[in-house]
């Protein structure tokens, strides 16, 4: 293993993620840089009984990535390594984090289709745990995958596409880490388009109402539920022909800056110290957000500043059972003493055709919940997980949740697929942990 800044050593110390909800001391964190270094570092842990795993940037909210072995850091595998313009794909170093894709991609005249609304994330931690955004036709970031390579358990470097180790590549575009550690993802991309975006405050029983038509008329749509009100914002993201028109300067700093972290922040953290007050803070900010329509290319469209921290639960159910679940997600918070002054998000997405993705072989839509960080959650969230459970719910790997592997087998018809592939790849569980064993079995 080579010594010094290309692949520094820290022992003991403790890691925690974005949320600060999760955290974990690793005997050792290794910060590869390359692949080579990275296969040393797998064969070495695994002869010394070590786990591994790796973390990106740390915004999941569980310990998909908390080990007590080997924590690697791949953050200097980074940038993007081919570009294929003919075949409309990018090749990009896993450590790379989706800001500085988006930006690379966007210089050279492209983009990709369709992703969330965070983009500090690495792409392999984002397409690990399900990142997805809102789509009507496309969907989520690991959906756009056209090829990755990844170390696996023997220290090898494992090719996957549609036509080399395709069993491998149905799974491991969204792997939790549990088959391997990804080392560089080729994407689909396509020419830089625009995107008008119109958000417009909505009463809640008008947008449930509405659901169906406003998906199926907008290439991407969601909303946002403000609890204790009957008041939603909801936005609508369309390919145009431009040019580009954004926010005005001091528009986009009101709505996306002042609104949306720095009185946000404020609101929350009054709403943590005196919580009887949460329903009036609610009423209130459900109605700061103004209507307003603009034009970007994709990412700038499609992605937030968020810094308000917070911890968050999402499920994905089938999309028919989308407006039921939130009509009673609101009726249990109008009858709880529960004080919620974070808003619900709702997203949707197409079926896709990977194994353990959210939307594996059924369209969908998803309930985001969110807790501002240091306020209790277990209340809520215990009750939101009643319902969408009910619901057939997938929870979002990424995401608190509390379901098993005996749940997941039963809302998860490949189940058996993904976790018979890591038993051949994986035997010894070099890359197991405490939550792998949770939602995977042994």
């Known amino acids: ?59 999941s909210f569980t310990a998909a990535a908390a080990t007590d072995g080997v924590l690697v850091r791949p953050q200097a595998l980074a940038g993007i390594l081919s570009v294929d313009r003919a075949a409309g794909t990018v090749t990009v170093a896993a450590g790379t984090a989706l800001k500085d894709l988006n930006r690379a991609l966007a210089a050279q005249g492209l983009s990709l289709t369709n992703m ?108 946002y539920w403000f609890p204790h009100t009957g008041n939603c914002n909801t936005k609508r993201n369309n390919r145009s022909q431009g040019p580009a028109a954004p926010p005005g300067a001091v528009s986009a700093w009101v709505e996306d800056e002042l609104l949306s972290n720095g009185v946000f922040q404020a609101v929350n953290s009054l709403g943590r110290a005196v919580p009887a007050a949460v329903p009036a803070i609610a009423r209130v900010a459900s109605r700061a957000l103004s209507a307003r329509t603009y034009t970007d290319i994709p990412y700038k469209v499609f992605t937030s ?22 009509r009673e997600l609101k009726a249990m918070v109008d009858r709880s003493p529960l004080r919620i002054s974070f808003p619900v998000e709702v997203r949707t997405a197409p ?15 998803y309930i985001a919940v969110h807790m501002y960080k240091g306020t209790p959650y277990q209340a809520y969230f215990t009750a939101a997980e009643r319902i969408f459970t009910a619901h057939g719910g997938r929870p979002h790997w990424g995401k608190v949740h509390t379901r098993d592997a005996e749940y997941l087998a039963g809302v998860y018809p490949r189940f058996g697929e993904f976790t018979a592939l890591r038993d051949r790849l994986d035997p010894d569980r070099v890359f197991g942990n ?4 949770r939602v995977l079995g042994a």
């Open 1 to 59: 293993m080579a010594t010094g800044t290309a692949a520094q050593k820290h022992r003991r110390t403790t890691w925690h993620n974005w949320a600060g909800n999760i955290t974990a001391t690793p005997a050792r964190v290794v910060s590869p840089a390359s692949v080579g270094e990275l296969q040393e570092a797998v064969r070495r842990a695994a002869e010394e009984g070590l786990r591994v795993k790796a973390v990106g940037t740390g915004h």
């Open 305 to 326: 500043p968020r810094r308000v921290r917070f911890v968050e639960m999402e499920y994905a159910l089938p999309r028919e059972r989308l407006v039921e679940a939130l």
């Open 351 to 365: 079926a896709d055709d990977i194994t353990l993705s959210t939307a594996s072989g059924r369209e969908s839509a």
């Open 116 to 223: 969330g609304d965070i983009m500090e994330q690495t792409v392999s931690g984002a397409t690990s745990t399900g990142t997805h955004g809102t789509g009507r036709d496309s969907a989520s970031i690991a959906a756009q995958i056209r090829g990755l390579e990844l170390v696996t358990a023997d220290g090898r470097v494992l090719a996957c596409s549609e036509k080399e180790n395709p069993e491998v590549f149905a799974a491991a575009r969204l792997g939790i880490g549990a088959l391997g550690i990804v080392t560089a993802i080729t994407f689909a991309v396509e020419p830089l388009f625009f995107l008008t975006a119109r958000e417009e405050p909505m009463a809640f029983d008008r947008v449930t109402a509405e659901f169906d038509q406003h998906v199926a008329e907008n290439e991407h749509f969601e909303f």
């Open 434 to 437: 405490d939550y792998l064993r």
